[in-house]
């Protein structure tokens, strides 16, 4: 379910600089949904956008002076624990809930094909 992610549609409001967007969109697609936690290697970012381990460090660090509404994008405890404030109050503001079923997860998709019916056709 990683290749599935929802936006915050906030973050185009703000300035913020293009690398920084893109790990913070890769973190996002990383979310666990499942168990509402974050995902984040740092080691796993670097590789996948080529760059060495301070720039990570050095964005992460920018993303989380970055907040809206008053909840920073990323907390990070010495880059050892992370934590995305803004991207769990945004899935709880659009009532996602934690679907551990999967009776969940087809109301999920059910839910999806029903918003885009017609879209793609």
Wanted: charged content about 30%.
């Amino acid at each position: 379910m990683r290749q599935f992610y929802v936006s915050d549609p906030a973050l185009f409001d703000i300035k913020i600089d293009p690398f920084d967007f893109k790990l913070y969109e890769y973190f996002c697609r990383n979310y666990d949904l499942k168990r509402l936690n974050p995902y984040v290697r740092m080691i796993d970012a670097a590789d996948k956008f080529k760059v060495p381990l301070p720039k990570i460090k050095e964005s992460l660090d920018r993303l989380s002076r970055i907040s809206i509404d008053f909840k920073p994008l990323i907390t990070h405890q010495d880059f050892k624990y992370f934590q995305m404030p803004r991207y769990k109050y945004f899935l709880e503001h659009i009532q996602f809930r934690k679907n551990y079923s999967a009776k969940g997860w087809k109301q999920t998709q059910k839910q999806v094909q029903t918003s885009l019916k017609g879209v793609y056709e």
